[in-house]
């Protein structure tokens, strides 16, 4: 998704706001193939929307927006027969990171001071699903889809800790 949209849920797709918590019953789609060497898959995305405009001296002086990580049901799937506690945990882990993605893209359009509508959200926006993304392949990658208990111990507690060691590099020239 590369422009702001709404976070609104609906029977496809959920925010983490709205249900924090994953269960089995949000994958909709379930595979009988063993072509993939992942047992499960959940969808997110990032979707921000301004909720008002703070003023002063009567003109409109910045936007204010929320952000949240969204799974898309559809499009998340589990292979039968691997509904297990670990990997469901794993998947839980990947959409708090993303929720964390998005407090800190909220907190970078906040700071940035941006003018209601202007071009410079959605440019920012578009920055931030990209590392977003980066960030989920490498969650997926270095704990080897949930495997590596080392590494996903690793990942659970620096995201309990909130501790993206990323840097995302905006030009603030624009």
């Known amino acids: 998704m590369s422009s702001i949209s ?3 849920q609906s ?6 706001e709205q249900q924090p918590v994953l269960k089995w019953d949000d994958f ?10 992942v047992d499960a898959f959940v969808s ?3 979707q921000m929307r301004q909720v008002g405009t703070s ?4 003109y ?3 936007g204010i927006y929320e952000a949240h990580a969204v799974v ?3 499009s998340s799937w589990v292979k039968a027969g691997t509904r297990d506690s670990s990997t ?8 708090n990171l993303a929720e964390l993605i998005a407090k800190k893209l909220v907190w970078e359009v906040s700071e940035a001071k941006i003018r209601p509508r202007q071009k410079k959200v959605d440019e920012i926006f578009a920055v931030y699903v990209k590392f977003c993304k980066q960030c989920l392949r490498g969650y997926y990658d270095d704990t080897d889809h949930g495997r590596n208990k080392v590494r996903q111990a690793k990942w659970e507690a620096m995201i309990d800790n909130s501790q993206l060691n990323s840097e995302i590099t905006i030009d603030k020239a624009n």
Do not use: P, W
């Open 60 to 62: 409109a002086r910045s």
């Open 6 to 8: 709404t976070v609104a």
């Open 11 to 16: 029977e496809n797709s959920f925010s983490y």
């Open 72 to 74: 898309n049901r559809n």
């Open 55 to 58: 003023y002063k001296m009567g």
């Open 28 to 37: 909709k789609v379930v595979f009988t193939t063993e072509s993939d060497s």
């Open 44 to 46: 997110i995305s990032l």
């Open 88 to 95: 469901l945990r794993h998947l839980q882990y990947a959409f």
